[in-house]
């Protein structure tokens, strides 16, 4: 059967890929979008716990880790959070601010959903759901097979997302692509995800589970305050999920348990009380966490029996306690993957790739990977927002 003839086809009915459809679509283009789940976009459903974090007042570059950090630019510069507030506002969307700039709807996710295929359907770009991709390949112009039919375009966007939370219909399909298309493909790894204990850190943590202290956690130079979770098998909560894109295999987290108070002080100050070390660590930090890091780390006792030498090291050990994670729990708990569509390969100013006319990517399959707190999502707006320009 001869191929249905369009200007754009998009594969993946994403963040990226519904914002660049729209925008191709309002300059005119026939636009063909296609999702092999049975609705679109549910990754922005799910985020934010469903009230999706959609983007941040502070977007700047350094929010972002990419092999090129200067790569994102162009596009952060083209689509700015105000350029997204404001489409919110037209279609009456009500938000607010949580905290560090944090964007988040005040009803649910699911309206910033019905706003993008509303747009979609305004600017003419067609949806297909549950279309299988069988194959590319470029005669001329793409021609991209899948079970619903072949369809033949000028341009091709690929916008299938990362490999996180495969049950939401994450899939390799962009990398493998990529890589019909000689385009290299930085290594790929879970970020946003927790971290695990090597086993003896379980056997002495998993007491601990569901405990949330406040603390700054440090792989290298690289720092986060913020509330720290420990699970039965490691951490998680923000300031866990954060450390964790940057962490590789083998590294050492180092914890700090009183992030700008200085223990040695607080000690010495209280040097004279009967009050026991666990009782006045128990001021800072919930009861069950407080003793089981004294029974791990320090007997305690009245602090008017430790040596000033005694409470350096305790201090030190606060300050400073160092953990090896054994691993992440993978891509099944990530937000997101690291790595992704080599910067080199693409043009930052359009996502086109410098060696295949025609071909596009844009969102979380290119190797840029945003901090927690509404900096992926707003990549996916502003790559995708860019690539729409162009294809
Ligand atoms: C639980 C969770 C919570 C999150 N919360 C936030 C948040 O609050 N703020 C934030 O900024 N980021 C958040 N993120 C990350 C954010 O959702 C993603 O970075 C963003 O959605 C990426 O946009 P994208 O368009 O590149 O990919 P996606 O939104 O993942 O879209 C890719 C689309 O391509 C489709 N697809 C994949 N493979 C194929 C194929 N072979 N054929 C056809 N279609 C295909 C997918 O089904 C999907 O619809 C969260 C992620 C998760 C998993």
Not at 59 to 80: D, G, T, V, W
Not at 159 to 179: C, E, I, K, Q
Not at 238 to 259: K, M, R, T
Not at 353 to 374: I, N
Request: proline share 5%; hydrophobic share 40%.
């Amino acid at each position: 059967m001869k191929p249905i003839e369009k200007d754009v086809v998009i594969i993946g009915a994403g963040a990226a890929g519904l914002t660049a459809g729209i925008e191709a679509g309002r300059r005119g283009r026939s636009v063909l979008i296609l999702e092999h789940n049975d609705q679109v976009g549910r990754k922005v459903r799910v985020s934010g716990g469903g009230r999706c974090n959609f983007t941040n007042l502070g977007i700047r570059p350094e929010h972002y880790i990419s092999r090129n950090p200067h790569f994102c630019k162009s596009a952060l510069a083209r689509y700015s959070p105000a350029d997204f507030i404001s489409r919110l506002e037209r279609h009456g969307i009500r938000y607010h601010e949580k905290e560090s700039g944090q964007l988040f709807c005040n009803g649910s996710s699911e309206q910033i959903v019905r706003m993008l295929v509303s747009e979609c359907g305004d600017a003419g770009a067609e949806i297909r759901l549950k279309c299988r991709v069988a194959g590319v390949e470029k005669r001329g112009r793409f021609i991209v097979r899948t079970d619903t039919g072949a369809f033949a375009s000028s341009s091709l966007l690929i916008a299938t997302g990362g490999l996180s939370y495969p049950a939401l219909g994450a899939s390799d399909l962009g990398f493998r692509m990529a890589r019909q298309f000689g385009l290299a493909v930085t290594p790929l790894k879970p970020a946003l995800v927790p971290l695990s204990f090597r086993r003896p850190d379980t056997a002495m943590l998993s007491p601990l589970s569901g405990v949330s202290i406040h603390a700054e956690l440090s792989c290298g130079p690289v720092k986060f305050q913020g509330p720290v979770l420990f699970t039965h098998h490691g951490l998680s909560g923000p300031a866990a999920l954060q450390i964790s894109s940057y962490w590789n295999q083998g590294d050492e987290i180092a914890i700090n348990l009183l992030p700008g108070r200085d223990a040695y002080a607080l000690f010495t100050e209280h040097h004279g009380s009967r009050m026991e070390l666990q009782n006045f660590l128990s001021r800072f930090f919930p009861k069950r966490f407080s003793s089981l890091w004294c029974s791990r780390f320090v007997p305690s006792k009245p602090l008017s029996l430790y040596s000033h030498r005694d409470l350096k090291a305790i201090s030190q050990k606060l300050h400073n306690w160092t953990i090896r994670p054994a691993d992440t729990e993978g891509y099944g708990k990530a937000e997101v993957t690291r790595g992704g569509i080599d910067t080199a390969e693409l043009s930052s100013k359009t996502m086109e790739a410098k060696k295949v006319a025609g071909l596009f990517f844009a969102g979380e399959v290119v190797d840029v990977t945003g901090q927690l707190g509404g900096y992926n999502l707003h990549w996916a707006w502003a790559s995708g927002y860019t690539a729409g320009q162009y294809v």
